[in-house]
């Protein structure tokens, strides 16, 4: 059966298209949680937006301006010290957020529960983030800074996000107090996670590796009972140096104890590992996009 193309072609101006217009989401769904929740809760959960609230509470100016004046020398530094990696997303990203944060300045306040705020406002960022992701684009600010700091510093890049992140919540405690902090640390964790669901999903799969002497048996149920493919890798003992068979096979959560019964019902001394993976693409699971 011949294979079906993809509805929208990588590349191609209609791709181009949607991966702009999944920016222009993102960045509104960002700027709409940001008024909403945090700014008006003086919650500051790091990057130039918490910077902003900070500077909204000394100087009275308007996040959005601030987001622009930080945004833009930013990207300006970055291409120059890190070359044209960044593209002409990372530039529309970095103008177009803090335009989406000043269009929805008007929006109403929902709660003035600052555990609430930390909460919606986290999930609220990280769904508009990961959607951002998802077009494969970026809001600019403290994440192309961090870059900066990662080449020339040698720290991970991971610990450099983690180093500004901490510097602007470390100055909301000075500026607000501690307990604002604290909040924006929930805030911070919440995006996080909140990213990892929108880039994964939820459908969670466990992948098993199966060694055993009834390695026929065994491909047989899976294949047949179970209904699912395997691959087979060539590997040997390291005690005995034999050579052995493991069988690879991905299951859905609700699989995973009928593939257990299985297995066990053909061989009750099968060696079987069991991870988490948290994408799979492909048939019998997620379609590539």
């Known amino acids: 059966m011949p294979r079906k193309e993809p509805r929208i072609r990588i590349g191609s101006p209609s791709h181009t298209v949607f991966e702009y217009t999944l920016l222009i989401i993102g960045s509104l769904i960002m700027a709409a949680s940001f008024n909403c929740f945090l700014n008006p809760n003086q919650i500051a959960t790091g990057g130039v937006s918490g910077i902003s609230t900070i500077v909204q509470h000394i100087t009275n100016l308007n996040p959005a301006i601030t987001q622009w004046a930080l945004n833009i020398p930013i990207f300006l530094l970055a291409l120059w010290l890190l070359g044209g990696q960044f593209g002409v997303k990372a530039a529309v990203g970095s103008v177009i957020f803090p335009l989406c944060v000043l269009l929805t300045s008007h929006l109403g306040v929902p709660t003035h529960n600052p555990l609430l705020a930390a909460v919606y406002g986290g999930m609220g960022v990280g769904l508009g983030l990961g959607i951002v992701f998802r077009g494969r684009g970026s809001t600019g600010g403290l994440g192309l800074a961090a870059q900066i700091l990662h080449k020339y510093s040698g720290l991970s890049l991971g610990f450099s996000v983690a180093v500004f992140d901490g510097l602007v919540i470390i100055s909301s405690a000075l500026i607000f107090t501690p307990e604002n902090a604290l909040y924006g640390m929930i805030g911070l964790f919440v995006t996080t996670k909140t990213i990892d669901i929108v880039q994964l999903g939820f459908n969670y799969a466990k992948v098993a590796f199966i060694i055993s002497d009834h390695t026929d048996a065994i491909r047989k149920a899976i294949l047949y009972d179970l209904d699912r493919g395997l691959t087979e890798l060539n ?34 001394q099968a060696f079987v590992i069991l991870s988490e993976t948290n994408e799979v693409l492909g048939e019998g699971f997620k379609k590539h996009a």
């Open 235 to 268: 590997g040997s003992g390291g005690f005995t140096g034999e050579s052995r068979t493991v069988m690879m096979v991905v299951v859905k959560q609700n699989e995973v104890s009928r593939l257990k019964t299985l297995v066990q019902s053909v061989d009750p």
